[in-house]
């Protein structure tokens, strides 16, 4: 057997570090604008290019797939290199990944503020870009197997296995969440509708933290860990246990960010039950993690490193806790749409992806540049300054959220809601100007940490081509003894052990989405709940671009406190036309299922004008551009056609008459107005979006009272 | 029109059930053969990274 000599390829890891740094700071710079916006509403800037809606989720979608994707990039691809004892399989393939992704980036940073969204959470994104992510995704995967198929290592280490069940899940959630019908280049909509579209969309928001924030980095911790404290993994056996059984069981837990809605309950009683389970695999990890540092917590004093690393586990484990208990009925009710959820995801991202992600590039800079960090002094600087803004992000988010939750369902003695919505808006705010001071002590930290390593760039010389050499494999190799355990054999073969994934995380998907999809009366259809006008729609795509579902639920849940407050609480039967659904996950206003008919047109117009004209103290963004911008009504019969398509009743010829309808009702509206003194023409988008509001909810409303 | 699709597929439930089963199976697979491991080789995968 020969040695072979070759090389890893450092530069490409170089370059994802960079890309991780400077969308890492774009993206917390965007979110500290956000929570500004929160509390002093001028903060939007007075545009619609960076209204709350519209820049909400820049922030989501560049610290997910921006800062925490380039993050994973880096981490893949120096550590599959050493862990096959192979470069990368190809640098082309490399570069267009690499490119590739940041373009996508730059996509999304300019169609999201122009209001191009299809709504749902973490997947925004227009379907020409949603393509684009998957040709890359498969770019990166035939590089990733490339690598392994050529590697020098008989066996894949665990780290490895981590990395193609986040491969192969990735790629099956976007696909299948992406279902949509394209009406033009910018404008789709959701194949799903109503409750179906519900499903499918958190079954992939909950899972993308699953496989995109999660099993990525339980990957790098297995393989940084040892590599940064120079000793094994706890326990192997531990690590092969908790994979298999986190892949299985995270997929099941999609339905908790569904409890008490319109979801059968059958549904959510099983997310409810995976989800309490999950905590056993979760923990594994962590403890691996953590029990891989015994002995050695005196280096974890000297080195910023596992600091980092020790406080970014820590926070898994308290998350992953977290998490469960929320799905838990009694606590949904309580914590669901309010900060608490802002405070959980926060624990995870700062915590967990941040800390773990510094963590990686202070070993990794100096080691591409072949010297060492520039000042440890600013580096533990970074550690306890992003620690205490981790703390200054959290508790005051945990303290908002008990308080709306128990303000919301306050009743008074004689039986009545104690609090109006907006007291708790008022109540919270100075909450919410501590946590923007959290975000920016974390922010802070962020840039001593890039000034840091760009120092220490400058001190050494990038080594792009690392010398390495290993045996080659024997092409005839037979195991023997133990060596032919089929695990062991399993972790020899890289293709059978991605479809055993494949086939590991469809269980979870299949057995909870089939059964909405396949039986009707899981859905009733109600017999009052009619398709939208041709207007109300252009309104409902109006309500999609100004992201207001970002703030406003439509979801009625059925508690007296809901009940109360907003109205009949919400049926499944009352989506069947929602393409895309539009439940929303956070009561930053409140919900508006029940809005038709509350208030006269005059009060929406001045509403949307000015909101704290209406509602003294609210801290919604104003919306003056809605009176002023022109309805495009170009693509209405396309819509409605669309519509159709997707198997919502409307009349064989409404899509010739659409327009006409369209205009009926708008001039309706305007006329409406002209009698409250409201000059405006009935052309302008704010009608459409008055008409939408107006319709909502009243279909079961008109059948019940008001036509008695 | 998503579901009509999956309709058409004859017996589709089965799918289900088969893979919860599978993954069942495999999971008490991986649990015995961890017991009965090697403990020589697992010491060796736990050290593939420092090597």
């Known amino acids: ?708 | 029109m998503f579901r009509n699709l999956l309709n058409e597929v004859s017996g589709i439930t089965i799918y289900q059930i088969f893979s919860l089963v599978v993954f069942s199976l495999f999971f008490l697979l991986v649990t015995i053969w961890l017991f009965k491991a090697n403990k020589g080789y697992l010491e060796e995968m736990r050290n593939k990274p420092l090597q």
């Not at chain 1, 990735?170 to 499903?199: C, M, R, T």
């Not at chain 1, 993994?233 to 099941?252: A, N, P, R, T």
């Not at chain 1, 004689?414 to 609090?419: E, I, V």
């Not at chain 1, 009940?563 to 036309?577: D, F, I, M, N, Q």
């Open chain 1, 1 to 708: 057997m020969q040695t072979e000599k070759f090389q890893y390829d450092n530069r490409i890891v170089k370059n994802f570090a960079i890309a991780t740094m400077l969308w890492g700071v774009v993206g917390m710079l965007v979110g500290l604008l956000v929570a500004i916006q929160l509390y002093e509403p001028a903060a939007n800037l007075g545009n619609q290019y960076t209204s709350f809606g519209r820049i909400r989720p820049l922030h989501t979608n560049a610290i997910i797939f921006a800062f925490v994707g380039n993050a994973i990039f880096m981490g893949v691809y120096y550590s599959l290199q050493r862990l096959c004892k192979a470069r990368m399989f190809s640098d082309w393939l490399s570069k267009i990944h690499f490119w590739g992704w940041q373009l996508i980036i730059v996509a999304a940073a300019l169609t999201l503020p122009l209001g191009v969204t299809t709504s749902k959470e973490y997947a925004e994104l227009e379907w020409p870009i949603d393509i684009a992510i998957t040709l890359i995704w498969v770019v990166f995967g035939w590089n990733m197997f490339g690598t392994i198929f050529k590697r020098r290592e008989r066996h894949m280490y665990v780290a490895i296995w981590f990395y193609i069940a986040t491969f192969v899940t990735v790629a099956v959630l976007h696909i299948v969440n992406s279902f949509e019908l394209p009406i033009s280049l910018f404008k789709s909509y959701s194949w799903y509708a109503g409750v179906q579209d519900a499903l499918v969309q958190w079954w992939y928001g909950h899972n993308a933290v699953a496989f995109f924030l999660t099993t990525p980095f339980l990957g790098l911790m297995y393989y940084f860990l040892p590599k940064a404290v120079n000793r094994p993994v706890y326990s192997y056996k531990l690590s092969i246990l908790h994979f298999w059984s986190l892949i299985f069981l995270y997929i099941w837990a999609g339905p908790h960010h569904l409890l008490y809605t319109s979801l059968p309950d059958w549904a959510q009683s099983l997310g409810v039950v995976f989800s309490i389970m999950l905590i056993a695999p979760s923990w594994g990890g962590m403890i691996n993690g953590l029990l891989t540092l015994r002995g050695a917590w005196d280096k974890v004093r000297d080195e910023p490193v596992l600091k980092f690393f020790a406080v970014g586990i820590t926070a898994y484990g308290m998350a992953t806790f977290e998490g469960p208990m929320l799905s838990l009925k009694n606590v949904n009710a309580i914590a669901h749409f309010t900060d608490w959820i802002v405070a959980h995801v926060h624990v995870g991202a700062l915590g967990w992806n941040g800390f773990m992600t510094f963590g990686i590039l202070y070993y990794l800079i100096p080691k591409l540049y072949n010297t060492k960090i520039y000042s440890g002094k600013l580096a533990n600087f970074h550690f306890w300054i992003g620690t205490l803004g981790i703390l200054f992000y959290a508790v005051p988010m945990y303290w908002s959220g008990f308080t709306q939750g128990l303000m919301w369902k306050e009743f008074t003695e004689a039986g009545q809601l104690k609090y109006e919505f907006i007291d708790t808006t008022k109540q919270i705010l100075s909450l919410h100007v501590f946590r923007s001071i959290g975000g920016t002590l974390y922010l802070v930290g962020t840039l001593v940490m890039v000034y840091n390593l760009a120092k220490t760039m400058a001190s050494g010389k990038l080594v792009a081509n690392e010398n390495a050499e290993a045996l080659a494999l024997e092409s005839n190799y037979a195991p023997v003894g133990h060596a032919s355990y089929w695990h062991k054999a399993l972790e020899r073969k890289p293709l059978t052990f991605m479809i055993l994934s494949i086939v590991v995380i469809a269980v979870g998907g299949l057995v909870e989405m089939m059964p909405t999809f396949l039986i009707k009366s899981n859905i009733q259809t109600i017999t009052s709940v009619k398709p939208y006008t041709a207007l109300e729609l252009e309104g409902r795509d109006l309500y999609i671009r100004e992201g207001c579902v970002g703030c406003h639920s439509q979801m009625v849940r059925p508690f007296r406190s809901e009940t109360e407050r907003y109205g009949e609480y919400s049926k499944a039967g009352e989506y069947v036309y929602d393409h895309p659904f539009l439940w929303g996950s956070k009561r930053t206003g409140p919900d508006l299922m029940r809005e038709g008919g509350k208030y006269p047109n005059s009060w929406h117009y001045y509403h949307m004008i000015q909101p704290a004209s209406m509602t003294p103290g609210s801290i919604m963004p104003e919306y003056p551009w809605l009176a002023e911008q022109t309805l495009d009504i170009s693509k209405t019969r396309d819509k409605i056609d669309a519509m159709r398509t997707l198997g919502v009743p409307y009349d064989k010829d409404y899509s010739l008459k659409a327009v006409d309808d369209l205009k009926l009702q708008a001039k309706g509206i305007a006329e409406n107005l002209a009698k409250e003194k409201i000059k405006i023409e009935s052309d302008k988008e704010l009608i459409a979006i008055i008409a939408y509001l107006q319709r909502m909810g009243t279909d079961i409303k008109l059948s019940n009272s008001t036509i008695k």
